[in-house]
């Protein structure tokens, strides 16, 4: 449970820095993670969406809107396997997100499945080939942090992030330029 109190403080945090409030004070607060530990991951997703959701203006690029795609379909992918069931489910996540609704929906389809067929026909190239998409939005902090979250979103939308998300969330990080440490990987 220590992980998920980690990513908390780190979305308050970054919630923070996006309503202005810039500056120290962001890491170990007193009083954050206190949430019961039932529903602490259900809290989290909450606390990203609603992060990504106060940066939604900002949040209209094609490298985040590519780079999105590319970790939602890693995210799916994790495990080397595309099951369709959890495709159709990713899918609907990202149709009902509420910053990725800035692009048309035939747009976010269209780049999500092009990346898992990928991953399908070959997990290694098709990771390699997401894992450049997602890099080219290192340009700018705020959208890289945003794709990062946006992967949490979607791989704590069960209320659960496998070992393999994890490591999908830390190779994100690491092409993005952003301390794994930072999201609590």
């Given amino acids: 449970m220590a992980m998920w109190d980690r990513i908390k403080d780190q979305a308050?945090?970054?919630?923070?820095?996006?309503?202005?409030?810039?500056?120290?004070?962001?890491?170990?607060?007193?009083?954050?993670?206190?949430?019961?530990?039932?529903?602490?991951?259900?809290?989290?997703?909450n606390t990203l969406k609603s992060q990504l959701t106060s940066l939604k203006t900002?949040?209209?690029?094609?490298?985040?809107?590519?780079?999105?795609?590319?970790?939602?379909?890693?995210v799916a992918a994790a495990d080397g396997q595309v099951d369709p069931a959890e495709r159709q489910h990713v899918e609907s996540l990202i149709l009902n997100n509420d910053v990725l609704q800035n692009f048309p929906s035939e747009q976010l389809r269209q780049r999500f499945n092009k990346h898992v067929d990928q991953l399908a026909l070959n997990f290694q190239q098709g990771k390699a080939e997401a894992l450049q998409e997602i890099a080219?939005?290192?340009?700018?902090?705020?959208?890289?942090?945003?794709?990062?979250?946006?992967?949490?979103?979607?791989?704590?939308?069960?209320?659960?992030?496998?070992?393999?998300?994890?490591?999908?969330?830390?190779?994100?990080?690491?092409?993005?330029?952003l301390s794994a440490q930072e999201f609590g990987l």
């Fill in 58 to 74: 900002e949040l209209k690029s094609g490298a985040y809107r590519d780079a999105s795609m590319a970790m939602c379909a890693l």
């Fill in 136 to 177: 080219k939005a290192a340009k700018k902090p705020t959208e890289a942090r945003a794709v990062v979250q946006t992967g949490f979103v979607v791989a704590g939308a069960d209320g659960y992030i496998a070992p393999a998300e994890e490591q999908i969330l830390r190779e994100a990080c690491s092409v993005l330029g």
């Fill in 12 to 45: 308050k945090g970054l919630q923070q820095q996006a309503q202005g409030t810039r500056g120290a004070g962001s890491h170990g607060r007193p009083g954050s993670g206190s949430g019961s530990a039932g529903g602490s991951r259900a809290q989290l997703v």
